[in-house]
């Protein structure tokens, strides 16, 4: 799988299987976002490989009290991935080519989303990060 920033220089890979994706209402990724939610997918950090461009990086502190360190285009600022632990990173799987097939496993911090948006069954919703 392959994706991308919005301005085309950061380009990367992932191989093997992503261990998730999730949504998130928290007030940081509704921020990030510039939108209700923010989308992770959950990837062994040796899956991600940067093809081309040139990721900055700077930490927030999260609603969970966690620090998170976010990867961003060095010339477009589009958000490329998440790190909070330190063997997996969530890509933001907004930037991928294909978004086809995502189809997310979890809601977390759902006592923060927008009241509007509706939690579909059968998918783990958590009211904070669980
Ligand atoms: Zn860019
Ligand atoms: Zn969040």
Redesign the pocket.
Known sequence: MEGG??????RYRLTGDPLGLAVCHCTECQRQSGSAFGMSLAVRKGAFRLLA?ELRAFTVTCDSGRTKTCAF?A??G?RIHHQVADEVLSVKAGTLDDTSWLSPTAHYWTKRKQPWVPLPDGVRCVEDDG
């Open positions: 920033c919005q301005c085309g220089s950061v461009g285009c010339s477009c589009t």
